[in-house]
């Protein structure tokens, strides 16, 4: 019988040494959008509320790529285990193609219709109208993005993430710089308000690019992908694979973030403080709770490993050593955002006092869902989707958020004219209904699946 919890120190090192890396470069891409906040609201509340509307878009964006490539991540991960470096060029290939088809069309769309696109999210015209002159611009920034974030998740699942941490750091300083220069129009540049952010963060994705894109040609010595790889004719059993595997992941992606976009939209239809409110609270939260979005990557990619070297006895006492691990995780996530929410708010000194109390009250829910959100997050889309039962998590999000989330607070918003804070805590009540669907689900040890025809025959997991 194998041990109940990994004692094993090689574990908890590669754990955290991962899971530290991916947090730390996380957080210094949400302090982007933090900067983008701070900046935008000493300039004037409505150039921010414009921009976190297009933030929804670019969530939107980021969880259709994201859906591209961490279903190329889970047969990234397992042939890295098995020590098969052509799948792992196979399916870059397959995902890079479709992430920048997908952000083509959503460029495409947000260029050439941006007003139609915000009025489904917001019924003030000032804010309408700051979110236009920001989309003109930043729309362009989205197949550069889906690129960088792909062979940055490319490189994770073969345990290379130092890099992605590295170039944050430069790309943070490069749009923290711009944003001064060209928000505020200091050192003689001009004062553009939200178009300067577009600017900046532009600029500073395309340099983003062009480093990951020089480190994946000229310095990874692990996959060594080239442009070749990359143009080649699409491997058709790799592409059936992936589209079977990958699709729930993609889909279950598209569903987040759409819901998101109307979560946006029906707190944007109940006063022009929901929104900036908002922005604030989500994005604090997402600098608060990096650890855990990073816990989940890295619990996939170890899971994925583990699997793909055939140490299927092993996946036992690994699963109930992340499940701990993830609440302790998110009970510290909570307990630091619920006390630093006060001296945070301060930040932001031009926010309306409305907005700003109501940022506070957002946080303050978030404080308590984060714990369920550390579990659940990572037990599902971590280690069930590592595991090969993508679909199970699509069905899951499909439930949750569609039957009763949106529901539940389209009803409050609108039937019932509950306030916003009510509104806020239906809209993230199924981080903690999703807990009990997890903790079933993770322990019975049913999620591991063989997702390849090339892929060797699975052993039974073991007791």
């Known amino acids: 019988m194998t041990e109940f919890f990994v004692r094993d120190r090689g574990f908890y090192t590669s754990f955290f040494a991962m899971t530290a890396t991916i947090a ?9 959008n933090l900067a ?52 792992i060029r196979d399916v870059t290939s397959i995902a890079l193609k479709f992430g920048v088809a997908i952000a083509i069309l959503m460029s495409i769309a947000i260029l050439v219709f941006p007003e139609p696109v915000l009025r489904l ?31 940055m998740i490319m490189l994770r699942s073969v345990e290379t993430v130092r890099i992605s941490f590295h170039l944050s750091i430069v790309t943070f300083c490069v749009n923290v710089t711009l944003n001064y ?13 939200g178009p300067g952010a577009a600017i900046a963060t532009l600029c500073s994705r395309c340099l983003e690019l062009v480093l990951i894109a020089g480190y994946t040609r000229f310095i990874d010595s692990k996959v060594k992908l080239r442009l070749g790889h990359v143009l080649k004719r699409m491997n058709t059993g790799m592409l059936r694979d992936y589209i079977r595997v990958g699709s729930p992941v993609f889909l ?30 989500t994005t604090v ?32 006492p690994c699963t109930r050593t992340f499940q701990a691990l993830f609440l302790c995780n ?17 930040l932001f000194s031009e926010l309306s006092a409305d907005s700003a109390a109501l940022s506070v009250k957002f ?74 669907v997890a903790a079933v689900k993770l322990n019975r040890y049913t999620w591991i699946k063989k997702i390849s025809r090339t892929e060797p025959p699975l052993s039974e997991v073991s007791s």
């Open 24 to 32: 730390m470069q996380s957080a210094i891409v949400f302090s982007v």
């Open 36 to 87: 983008d906040a701070v900046m935008l609201s000493r300039y004037t509340e409505t150039a921010l509320a414009g921009v976190a509307l297009l933030n929804q878009i670019q969530f939107l964006l980021q969880m259709l790529v994201f859906g591209v490539a961490e279903g190329a991540l889970i047969f990234s991960s397992r042939s890295w285990g098995e020590h098969r470096l052509e799948p």
């Open 121 to 151: 999210m917001a019924n003030d015209p000032a804010i309408v109208a700051e979110g236009v002159k920001y989309a003109r611009i930043i729309g362009w920034s989205y197949p550069v993005f889906a690129i960088s974030q792909i062979l």
């Open 181 to 193: 220069l060209l928000i505020f129009g200091n050192c003689g540049f001009p004062e553009l308000g």
């Open 252 to 281: 279950s992606g598209a569903i987040w973030g759409l819901a998101m976009a109307i979560q946006t939209g029906i707190l944007g239809h109940m006063g022009s403080s929901a929104i900036p409110a908002n922005s604030v609270a």
């Open 285 to 316: 939260f997402q600098i608060i709770t990096v650890f855990i979005y990073a816990s989940a990557s890295a619990a996939a990619v170890m899971t994925g490993k583990t699997i793909g070297e055939g140490h299927t006895d092993l996946i036992k």
């Open 330 to 346: 998110g009970i510290c996530s909570g307990a630091v955002l619920f006390f630093l929410k006060d001296p945070i708010i301060h």
């Open 363 to 436: 946080m303050t829910v978030l404080s308590v869902t984060t714990v369920g959100t550390a579990y659940q997050m990572p037990a599902l889309t971590g280690l069930v989707r590592a595991g090969g039962e993508t679909d199970f998590v699509l069905k899951n999000d499909l439930v949750f958020m569609w039957l009763l989330v949106l529901p539940s607070a389209a009803l409050a918003a609108f039937v019932f004219h509950l306030s916003p804070t009510i509104v806020f805590i239906c809209l993230k009540s199924d981080q903690i209904l999703k807990c009990a």
